[in-house]
């Protein structure tokens, strides 16, 4: 008995320790310098997915084991990705629940519960993509387009302000990003005719900081790219987490398809700033520049990606880079002070652009709008890419994207705007006798060139971590949680968890060990190497 | 008079409705359940019951979340979309629940001697289990879908995969593959299972194999094509009439 005593004193010491230490913004702007902790969704304010720990390697991957599992007890898909500090792990697990795990045990410090109104819409299943961490709080954006700070000691709601009215259309699935002394929050509903926006609330008292509509309102620039009435359901949301550079306090925020998706004769023009990257003035949420992927697009390719933020030498200057791997099948390279657009290349099956001109924009081939008799098009309605979370290794340099080869048969038809209503003017079918697939590809984010690629059974939700373990870990819909290696794509070590994977990995150390954490099926699994 | 000047005003808007509810249908419905809803590679709606949706509300849940497990989608459309598709649905089934005319019992002895059906199909306790159970065949295909089906196999092949579908289930698709071990063994047999990195064997012989893929040479997936014969000259005509009354007279529980 006395053994045990002693270490249930020492584990109590860990944890009381842990849970007085506060998440600052200095901890989080630095996250690449604590590879124990994952400080915000995508590890870091560049958008890396990248974990600088290198215990877990090409030799000893084959032994990973899972330690522990936490079950949501849900059955939306679980799209989360935890946020991990000082021996805690936070995660949100669909609808818009929210917990505190012991990183020791997986057994739950706290859970938070929140009721749903049954009339609620969205496009594709209650689901969130998880929470933000800030100093001693935890922020979460629920379905019914609130959000809610909870006390990261307890799970205690410390207040509740209301993004938007869900009776319009609108809801919350994405994760927070905390900077500074404030908590930006993006919106969903693009298939609900909402006017998309972006807003930032002070983490201290809830207090409304800013909002920058993604569809300009009468007098603003780029009003003039809508016709008529159609700009106030014009859509654009903000359902993924965006990047942030802390030294240009510049955030980097990817915008979803202009509504309605299908029928683009009801909104005659370029549609701005839907399915753009926008880069906003993270302390006055004034516009810096923007790109636009698709303008006027009408088959669904929201640019909701995660932007991922380079420094490094493009032809042989040094530069200040974003990198954006696009649901329209191509991957594109930007100056991320001034937004000059570098490179443009495919990395996915496409058949509705000849290319991208001198300055990015795409030249579309004729008869690739939706008909009502229905219209061939690659990428399908989910894109060559989705939300999937990319990933740059600081190691190799290399940026690891997850590849859906699917096409789709688009349909017109008419639709007529009713709010908190489903608006999407059309629908769309697989094309008869192919299955499609999917792969994870290596790109060289500074010529776009392919440098691997390893084919999946079918096209992934899950998106992809990379290590200074010289490896990649992903998932697939079939439940394989995979590592591959990060230079040559070998697959090093799967791992069937029964579930499909639609987020995507973490790592971390706990008590001088490297885990790796997947959401997988309704479970959080956590991994470690035997030794 | 005002009985007409109603008469005149709602009807644009009857019309209206039915239209909806039919084009929807067109886009959403008919590449599977056919342009009639008699049933292609999706089960026959012109019934008096859908076996997985026997309400409207059922009906409504099912067009919006699909049927887990099988290769129906859910599909996105509004409330009121929703509701003329359930409606138009609904009035399909005057067009065809009847048992396809013919002399059944002559059909069953077919199904299980001359035409050999019953090696591959299982009717209820009894037959082979490589091919599609038919135990409710005549619930969920019209005759039309089951003569094209016996004279072309290869018209019959369901998709396994729709736009729709977030999650491959298991595939119900019974696709044909030939798999080659590393030591020469070439296994052919039916897909009952399949992920990146392995796959599950159904053979001939009623065999289960399951291989991961880097333990083999070769793995041959054969799209397209059904380890079924077609019957075009192998049964007279009255007797694939016999065969079809049977088949559409098939109507018990899996």
């Known amino acids: ?531 | 008079m005002w009985g007409v000047a109603r008469w005149l005003l709602l009807m644009p808007c009857l019309l209206c409705a039915a239209g909806t509810g039919e084009s929807l249908f067109r886009i959403h419905c008919a590449p599977c359940h056919g342009q009639d809803g008699t049933g292609g590679r999706g089960a026959n709606l012109a019934v008096a019951v859908l076996p997985h949706a026997p309400d409207d509300a059922t009906l409504s849940r099912v067009i919006t979340v699909g049927i887990p497990g099988t290769a129906m989608p859910g599909t996105r459309m509004t409330a009121e979309e929703n509701r003329q598709l359930v409606l138009y649905v609904r009035s399909l089934y005057h067009l065809g629940t009847a048992i396809a005319e013919g002399d059944r019992a002559n059909g069953e002895r077919v199904f299980w001697s001359k035409g050999g059906c019953g090696q591959c199909h299982t009717v209820g306790a009894r037959g082979g289990r490589v091919g599609p159970d038919l135990t409710d065949v005549g619930a969920r295909r019209g005759p039309a879908y089951l003569r094209a089906a016996l004279l072309d196999p290869e018209s019959a092949i369901p998709e396994t995969f729709t736009v729709y579908r977030r999650v491959i289930y298991m595939p119900d698709n019974f696709l044909q593959v030939r798999a080659v071990t590393r030591d020469g063994k070439t296994i052919t047999g039916v897909r009952m299972d399949e992920d990146t990195f392995t796959i599950q064997i159904r053979d001939f012989s009623d065999h289960i194999y399951s291989f991961r893929k880097d333990e083999l040479q070769d793995l041959h997936e054969d799209w397209g094509k059904s380890p079924m014969p077609g019957y075009r000259g192998r049964l007279s005509e009255t007797e694939l009439h016999d065969l079809i009354s049977y088949l559409t007279s098939l109507r018990g529980t899996r």
């Open chain 1, 1 to 531: 008995m006395k053994p045990r005593r002693v270490f249930s004193l020492t584990a109590a010491l860990a944890l009381a320790a842990g849970l007085a230490a506060q998440v600052t913004y200095d901890r989080i702007a630095a996250a690449s310098a604590e590879p124990g902790s994952w400080l915000t969704y995508s590890g870091n304010y560049a958008g890396h997915r990248y974990s600088a720990l290198s215990e877990i390697d090409r030799s000893n991957v084959a032994r990973l084991r899972p330690i522990w599992m936490y079950q949501t007890n849900d059955l939306n898909a679980f799209e989360a990705t935890p946020i991990v500090a000082d021996g805690v792990l936070y995660l949100s697990e669909p609808p818009s629940h929210a917990a505190a795990l012991d990183l020791r045990t997986g057994r739950p410090l706290w859970q938070f519960r929140r009721a749903i109104p049954s009339d609620v819409g969205v496009c594709c299943g209650q689901v969130n993509r998880g929470v933000a961490v800030l100093g001693d709080r935890v922020f979460l954006g629920t379905l019914d387009a609130h959000l809610i700070a909870l006390d990261a000691k307890t799970g205690h709601v410390l207040w509740d302000r209301t993004v938007a009215n869900y009776k319009q259309g609108y809801s919350i699935t994405v994760a927070p990003l905390a900077l500074k002394d404030k908590v930006i929050i993006g919106v969903s509903g693009g298939e609900y005719g909402i006017r998309g926006f972006l807003d930032a609330y002070s983490a201290e008292a809830g207090a409304h900081l800013w909002r920058f509509w993604t569809v300009p309102g009468p007098g603003e620039a780029g009003h003039d790219t809508w016709e008529g009435d159609s700009w106030k359901t014009g859509s654009a949301a903000t359902w993924v987490t965006g990047s942030y550079d802390p030294a240009l306090d510049l955030l980097y925020w990817g915008t979803g398809n202009p509504g309605p998706d299908y029928d683009g004769d009801v909104r005659r023009g370029d549609n701005l700033y839907a399915e753009s990257l926008i880069a906003l003035d993270a302390s006055t949420g004034k516009l810096k520049w923007h790109f636009q992927f698709t303008p006027h697009d009408t088959h669904d390719w929201d640019a909701n990606h995660v932007p991922v933020l380079i420094d490094a030498a493009f032809r042989q200057r040094p530069r200040k880079l974003v990198a954006v791997a696009n649901r329209n099948g191509f991957f594109y390279l930007f100056d991320r002070q001034s937004g000059e657009f570098l490179l443009g290349k495919q990395f996915g099956k496409q058949t509705w652009a000849k290319g991208l001109d001198e300055r990015g924009r795409p030249i579309p081939l004729p008869a690739t709008e939706p008909k009502p008799e229905g219209t061939l098009v690659y990428p399908g309605v989910h894109g060559a890419t989705n939300w999937n979370s990319p990933s740059y290794s600081e190691q190799t340099g290399l940026m690891y994207i997850a590849v859906r080869e699917e096409g789709t048969v688009f349909y017109r038809a008419t639709a007529e705007y009713n709010p908190g209503s489903y608006f999407s003017a059309g629908g769309m079918r697989g094309i008869p006798g192919v299955e499609p697939s999917g792969s994870i590809q290596a790109l060289d984010p500074l010529t776009g060139e392919r440098r691997w690629e390893f084919s999946l059974h079918s096209p992934p939700w899950a998106g992809v971590l990379s290590t200074a373990g010289g490896l990649v870990f992903g998932g697939t819909n079939e439940g394989n949680v995979f590592a591959l290696d990060a230079a040559t794509g070998k697959a090093l070590w799967h791992y069937q968890a029964g579930g499909a994977v639609y987020s995507a990995p973490i790592s971390y150390r706990f008590e001088d060990r490297q885990y790796v954490a997947v959401p997988a099926g309704h479970s959080l699994i956590v991994f470690l190497a035997g030794r």
